[in-house]
């Protein structure tokens, strides 16, 4: 009987313990309580988006809005899998992985670019380095504001081939993300005054 106990006990205590690990959905409209999270020891998310505005001069209630708006902090966050046949798990629409949901291609491009030949785009300071990375290519090729969040977030989402081409256009539900995305930025810049 009391080694029966003992394991119950242990096991409630995991989930206990696992469940408390978690983040909660909503959280993740708290950049303050994002900034709480940790991926692994020593990767504090705070430094490494206070680093990345340093390094490229994109404000980080910007890099924090695209990282939220693109995988909700989910280190492996991919786009769903087509259907073969309505039902049967096939080929996903995209590339795209991690924080960052940074495409193969332009991940490569960014490895190359910033010598950064280890990055990986389940780590966070990695990932939100690429944000800042491609931000201000944004900012140097099209002219965009580094806090104009707007048109940032669509240049990110479409690419830089469909941010000049103006694929946003007529697109109300890529309008709608972007308009989004600079709402949460608006909200994590009020919210950063009062993180510890």
């Not at 991919?78 to 960052?100: E, M, Q």
């Not at 785009?121 to 104009?148: L, P, S």
Request: proline share 3%.
């Amino acid at each position: 009987m009391r080694a029966y106990s003992f394991s119950r006990v242990l096991a409630m205590g995991v989930v206990l313990v696992l469940g408390a690990c978690a983040t909660a959905p909503n959280r993740i409209n708290d950049v303050c309580a994002v900034f709480d999270q940790r991926d692994g020891w020593f990767n504090d998310w705070r430094s490494a988006a206070e680093r990345t505005q340093r390094k490229y001069g994109i404000p980080m209630h910007v890099l924090m809005a695209t990282v939220r708006k693109e995988s909700g902090f989910k280190s492996n966050a991919r786009p769903p899998r087509t259907k073969l046949l309505g039902f049967i798990p096939w080929t996903r629409v995209s590339s795209a992985y991690g924080y960052s949901q940074a495409l193969d291609g332009t991940w490569s491009q960014y490895r190359r670019e910033s010598g950064n030949f280890t990055a990986s785009r389940t780590n966070f300071a990695d990932a939100v380095d690429f944000v800042g990375w491609y931000h201000t290519k944004t900012v140097d090729t099209y002219g965009v504001a580094r806090d104009d969040t707007y048109n940032l977030y669509l240049a990110y989402y479409l690419g830089w081939g469909g941010f000049k081409r103006g694929d946003w256009r007529g697109n109300s539900g890529i309008q709608r993300y972007a308009r989004d995305t600079a709402a949460m930025a608006d909200r994590y810049r009020s919210q950063l005054q009062s993180c510890r």
